[in-house]
């Protein structure tokens, strides 16, 4: 069995990108610019916006963080996002989501410039991914491709299964797996909370993504002997053995799966801080594009 190492791909990532920076200023060009909205005062978002912010200093990049109080109005967001738009300084541009309820995160998505939709959550960044046209592609599917890449993961004919059917994770790698592309060209069954038979389906898998959001969902009699498993989920569970009183868990029983696995993403380790720098990735893109 081999880790899928995405703490290790992901700084071996943001050296690359720290290098093209390097190159970027050498050139007379400018750093590349993220822009962050952050609404509100949820933790969980707290803590990824800082996340961000802190690898935009590792590699070299300007960042922005623009805060926003949960009762700000959806015209007051929409407008704090038209003068960024409008701001050529600023390559790339996310809100952080879940936005609260009052805001409609459809129209905020809508009015983020495509040019500058790092997150690739925008319909015409989602349509050219489906298209296969040049696009940003939504950071957390684009660091699963980036790890199968890596990793040189055999994907050409595979029986590849997504549980879960989300705008940002489920749907997109569902469409990234059915490419006529490498990594791609798998046989893809996406299944969500109406589907039936789910463990005989996974069972089929050589490739299981699975991206549900519920602790240790997949068990090891639900996956076949060499699969390779990319377990996006994240839940936070009480622990009395950390400090802060919880730890991070996956939607896969890693102890059982990983024995059968013959290769597996850790977590926390793996497709989390892949996702980060792939958000890097795409404000490179972002920056490079207009010069
Ligand atoms: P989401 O929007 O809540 O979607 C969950 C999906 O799972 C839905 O399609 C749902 O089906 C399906 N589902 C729920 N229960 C199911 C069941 N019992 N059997 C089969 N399918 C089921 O979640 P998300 O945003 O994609 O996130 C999923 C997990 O990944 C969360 O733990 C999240 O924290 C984590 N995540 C991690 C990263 C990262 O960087 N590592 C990034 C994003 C998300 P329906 O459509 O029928 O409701």
Not at 65 to 70: A, D, F, Q, T, V
Not at 172 to 201: A, E, F, Q
Not at 240 to 266: A, C, E, M, N
Request: glycine share 8%; proline share 5%; aromatic share 4%.
């Amino acid at each position: 069995m081999i880790i899928l190492d995405g703490k290790k791909t992901s700084n071996d990532i943001k050296d690359e990108i720290a290098k093209e920076v390097d190159v970027l200023l050498l050139n007379g060009g400018k750093k590349p610019h993220l822009a962050a909205i952050l609404v509100g005062d949820n933790g969980a978002s707290e803590t990824y916006v800082s996340a961000k912010v802190k690898a935009c200093n590792r590699v070299g990049f300007n960042s922005t963080l623009i805060r926003l109080p949960e009762n700000v109005s959806e015209e007051q967001l929409i407008e704090e996002i038209s003068v960024i738009n409008q701001n050529d300084d600023i390559d790339g541009l996310i809100v952080q989501l879940p936005l609260p309820n009052h805001i409609d995160e459809k129209k905020i998505v809508n009015t983020i410039e495509v040019n500058k939709d790092v997150d690739g959550f925008h319909p015409m960044n989602i349509g050219n991914m489906t298209l296969n046209l040049p696009s940003f592609i939504p950071a957390t599917p684009a660091g699963i491709i980036e790890l199968l890449d890596r990793y040189s993961i055999d994907t050409v004919g595979k029986s590849c299964v997504v549980i879960g059917r989300s705008h940002i994770v489920g749907l997109p790698i569902s469409i990234l797996m059915s490419r006529n592309n490498y990594p791609g060209n798998s046989t893809v069954t996406l299944v969500h909370s109406r589907s039936k038979n789910i463990k005989d389906i996974c069972r089929n898998a050589d490739i299981l993504i699975v991206a549900l959001g519920k602790a240790n969902f997949v068990t090891s009699d639900m996956v076949k002997e060499g699969v390779c498993v990319i377990d996006v989920g994240i839940t936070r569970i009480p622990s009395d053995t950390t400090k802060s009183g919880w730890r991070l868990v996956g939607d896969v029983d890693f102890q059982q799966v990983s024995k059968k696995s013959s290769y597996i993403t850790p977590v926390p380790g793996g497709v989390g801080p892949m996702t980060i720098a792939m958000l890097l990735k795409n404000t490179l893109l972002a920056s490079k594009s207009k010069i």
